[in-house]
């Protein structure tokens, strides 16, 4: 196949030509990272900045008796995120598995290397739940109901965050709720939703007030509860090296290691755009 590496790439290992589709399956992977503020940049060294442009804020003014204006000067502001974080990801082969190497070293990095990393990235970003401290956090310890998830909702709502897009909102929740969601008439149950289907016929779980559910075991746990999340994109930011270093390490037996490794930051970016869910 024309995506499999030869025995002699192995043995060199060219990282050229697995960082491109390694970015892209990385990408891919990822649940939480595609949903909040991005920034991909070629970064040198930890502690180095990435920047993340946010839309500023207008006001509205009354035009005067005599037609003066209010000026307002508009400052884009931004999010500087500080890649403080560096994770690596090491395998090996053994030699006496020489004729599967290509097939290991393929699959490591299409597959195995790219989602752990995202993984670790996506557990960092929602770990950020505790600084979203601007609303009450909803606790629905006893159990979710539908009253709980408008109480997230309005909260948001309230605070005038724009929620009418489905491209800028994210329920993020723990698999532990699928069942209880699924058991909620008003989200499952196809003759109340509208949907073609409902119920367990089908395994999504539908748009809460319009915005898209994601379940991912990412959410963190601590203290016996999830911290499941209703946020808006801008709540959150994430930037990731994009010069990712992948390479064959020295052997020092008769077998080959490959690392690869990457450093990235999160950051909590308007606290005033999420809310914790606390689920038991």
Not at 20 to 43: C, H, S
Request: aromatic content about 6%; overall charge negative.
């Amino acid at each position: 196949m024309s995506d499999e590496i030869e025995a002699t790439e192995a043995a060199v290992f060219i990282p050229e030509l697995w960082r491109p589709g390694f970015l892209k399956a990385m990408y891919g992977e990822a649940v939480a990272r595609p949903r909040v503020l991005n920034a991909d940049g070629d970064v040198k060294y930890k502690g180095d900045i990435l920047h993340i442009r946010i839309s500023p804020t207008c006001s509205v003014n009354n035009v005067g008796a005599t037609g003066t204006l209010t000026n307002q000067a508009l400052t884009a502001t931004e999010a500087q995120l500080s890649i403080d974080t560096w994770k690596e990801v090491t395998f090996e082969i053994i030699d006496n598995a020489a004729a599967q190497a290509d097939e290991f070293l393929e699959a490591a990095l299409k597959e195995g290397v790219p989602r752990a990393l995202a993984e670790q990235v996506d557990k960092d970003i929602l770990a950020l739940y505790d600084e979203l401290t601007t609303h009450t956090a909803i606790d629905a310890t006893a159990g979710i109901t539908d009253d709980l998830l408008l109480d997230a909702f309005v909260a948001l709502l309230q605070s005038n965050i724009p929620m009418n897009n489905p491209n800028d909102a994210t329920w993020f929740f723990s698999p532990t709720l699928i069942k209880p969601l699924k058991q909620i008439s008003g989200i499952s149950e196809a003759h109340i939703t509208g949907e073609a289907k409902g119920g367990l016929v089908i395994s999504k779980v539908p748009d809460i007030l319009g915005v898209p559910v994601m379940f991912t075991t990412s959410v963190t746990h601590t203290g016996g509860e999830y911290k499941n999340m209703l946020i808006h994109r801008e709540a959150l930011a994430c930037g990731v090296q994009k010069n990712i270093n992948i390479e064959q390490l020295a052997r020092t037996k008769k077998s080959t290691v490959y690392s690869a490794d990457m450093m990235y930051g999160v950051k909590s970016v308007r606290a005033t755009h999420g809310i914790v869910i606390a689920t038991a």
